[in-house]
């Protein structure tokens, strides 16, 4: 039984959201009727299989999900998307019979919302390095000091997954993950005011000695890139759900494009636009960059839907050393093209749209905040070139 985006997101709800969407970029707000729609919808159980209580999506549907709702609300899916990250790596850890991301799929069928605090500032290493300081509880679990930015969800949050290093020269994994409640220990910043993807409220975060339970800790892993299930399953659902909503953004900026173009008439030439050469070229162009990132998007998330389930089927692949070159690189050519494609409909679209009432003008500022999201540009191609030609300064041979 498939789980079919334009029946969970009908038309008319997009449209709500869709007007919602001008109101909270204006007033820099979260959209809270939207996360309320959402959870009528079972959204928060939307990645939880179906023999624990869930929907039962799989990554595959929630891409088509998130691109579909990004189109009418980028930043109401942006939001979510942390949520289903969290859940999307639960479900591949389980899938991979790895414990630890049980509680998570718990929480989720109990209706709670999840975000997920791992950027630090300075930190390039991500997910995979920390800055906080994850110290003994003495119970099991940990005590946790330190600064989370691009906290999206910020101010609905129910539990945030975080990770701290544990401090020491000789610990074996020095690298704690796992889920906190909201408690005095957690403050949340009303520092989020940006240029686009206003409505995520992803304010800082800081942490002073935010208690860790010894049941919530879901993993611990080496400092660097490693295959713990969780954490692969984060950088695999973090990396294709965020080109999902830049690439169901720039779809609905094409969908825009046409429809100015078809109305639109050139005073001196007298002719629809949609007849100008140059404006069916912009748009062309804009059409065929997001088609393949659709089918690139679609191919690695069936590669990681079937990695560990037994269900592959022709044409899925095991990525094997290449997973995170695969999944950072789909990110950054998804994102580039979206950013490319919304910059060639407004080229077409004439000055109307440089508007703030312009909801096009609003895809623009919205779009350019995939440049942030890791892996960011510098990362991927430091990676590749690493893949191709080993570390700087490393032995070559004559």
């Known amino acids: 039984m498939t789980v079919d985006a334009v029946a969970l997101l009908p038309d008319p709800l997009l449209r709500s959201f869709r007007e919602r969407a001008a109101v909270h970029d204006r007033e820099n707000t979260f959209p809270r009727d939207d996360l309320e729609d959402l959870r009528e919808l079972g959204y928060m159980r939307l990645l939880v299989p179906r023999e624990l209580g869930g929907i039962g999506a799989t990554l595959l549907e929630a891409s088509r999900i998130q691109r579909r ?17 969290i859940t999307g790596a639960a479900l591949h850890a389980r899938r991979l019979g790895a414990e630890g991301g049980e509680p998570i799929l718990e929480h989720a069928l109990a209706g709670r919302l999840l975000a997920f605090g791992v950027s630090e500032p300075g930190n390039e ?3 995979f390095d920390s800055q906080t300081v994850a110290r003994s509880d003495g119970q099991g679990g940990y005590l946790l000091e330190g600064t989370k930015i691009f906290t ?7 539990r945030l997954v975080v990770h701290g290093r544990i401090p020491g020269d000789d610990v074996d994994l020095p690298l704690v993950l796992g889920s906190i409640e909201r408690t005095d220990a957690v403050e949340t910043l009303d520092d989020w005011d940006t240029q686009g993807m206003r409505a995520t409220q992803s304010r800082t975060t800081r942490l002073h000695g ?15 890139p490693n295959t713990d299930p969780f954490v692969m399953g984060i950088f695999g659902a973090f990396e294709l759900l965020l080109a999902s909503v830049y690439t169901g953004l720039a779809e609905r900026a094409v ?15 007298g002719i629809v636009l949609a007849d100008d050469p140059d404006v069916r070229r912009r748009l062309a162009g804009a059409a065929i960059a997001l088609a393949g990132s659709v089918l690139q998007i679609e191919k690695v998330v069936a ?14 692949v095991d990525h094997g050393p290449r997973w995170f070159l695969q999944l950072s690189g789909v990110k950054h050519r998804a994102t580039e093209a979206a950013i490319g494609a919304v910059d060639q409909v407004l080229r077409a679209s004439g000055g109307a749209h440089f508007s703030r009432t312009s909801e096009l003008e609003r895809l623009s500022r919205d779009v350019r905040a995939g440049l942030y999201h890791p ?6 191609h430091g990676s590749y070139a690493r893949a191709l030609l080993g570390e700087i300064g490393a032995d070559r041979e004559e």
């Open 69 to 85: 709702l990004a189109g009418a609300a980028p930043a109401t899916a942006l939001a979510m998307n942390m949520h289903l990250v």
């Open 125 to 127: 290493a991500m997910l």
């Open 152 to 158: 999206s969800l910020a101010p609905v949050w129910d």
């Open 210 to 224: 935010a208690r860790l339970a010894a049941e919530d800790v879901i993993t611990r892993t080496p400092v660097g």
């Open 255 to 269: 969908e825009l494009g046409t429809q100015i173009a078809s109305r639109r008439r050139s005073a001196t030439r």
């Open 303 to 316: 590669d990681l839907d079937a990695l560990g389930t037994g269900t592959s089927t022709p044409g899925t």
């Open 375 to 380: 892996s960011d540009e510098e990362s991927v």
